[in-house]
C-alpha cells in the first residue's frame, strides 16, 4: 500500500513541475530580448523573425524534433532565422532565454518573444512561424 501512495506522489510531482514547465514558457511571451551576443544577437537587432530551437544530442523526445527543425531550414529560405543551440556546449544562450528543458523552441520577431514552445512541436504548427 505504501508503494502505491509513492507512485501516486511520483506522478503528480511529474506532472506538476511539466506544468510549470510549460507556465513558465507561456509567461516569457512578449519579453524583449536583451543581451544575446553573435549572429543571433545580430539578427535580433536587424528585427529579423528568429527561431530557436534548443535541444541536447542526448535527449530522445530531440531526436524526433532535430529532423523537423532540419526541413524547416530547408523550407525557410531564409525569411526566418533559424538557429539550433546545443544546449550542452552553449548553456549561456539557453539561460538568457530561461530554457529548463528540450526539446525547446523559441520565435522571436521585432524583439520580443513571440511564441516559447516546450517539447515536441508538429511541422504544421511550427511552419506558421517561418
Do not use: H, W
Not at 536583451?34 to 523526445?61: H, Q, W
Not at 524526433?64 to 527543425?69: A, D, G, K, N
Not at 543551440?85 to 548553456?91: E, F, G, L, T, Y
Not at 523552441?105 to 518573444?113: F, L, P, S, T
Amino acid at each position: 500500500m505504501l508503494l502505491f501512495y509513492f507512485v501516486i506522489a511520483l506522478v503528480a510531482f511529474i506532472l506538476a513541475m511539466n506544468l510549470s514547465v510549460v507556465l513558465r514558457a507561456k509567461f516569457k511571451k512578449g519579453k524583449v530580448v536583451n543581451d544575446i551576443g553573435g549572429k543571433i544577437g545580430e539578427a535580433i537587432k536587424r528585427g529579423e523573425r528568429v527561431m530557436l530551437y534548443f535541444y541536447s544530442p542526448t535527449c530522445s523526445a530531440c531526436k524526433v524534433q532535430t529532423p523537423i527543425i532540419d526541413n524547416l531550414i530547408n523550407l525557410a529560405n531564409g525569411r526566418t532565422k533559424i538557429f539550433k543551440i546545443d544546449v550542452s556546449r552553449d548553456v549561456n544562450t539557453a539561460l538568457k532565454f530561461g530554457v529548463m528543458g528540450t526539446p525547446s523552441i523559441v520565435v522571436v520577431e521585432d524583439g520580443k518573444i513571440k511564441e516559447f514552445f516546450v517539447g515536441v512541436k508538429s511541422e504544421n504548427i511550427l511552419r506558421r512561424y517561418v
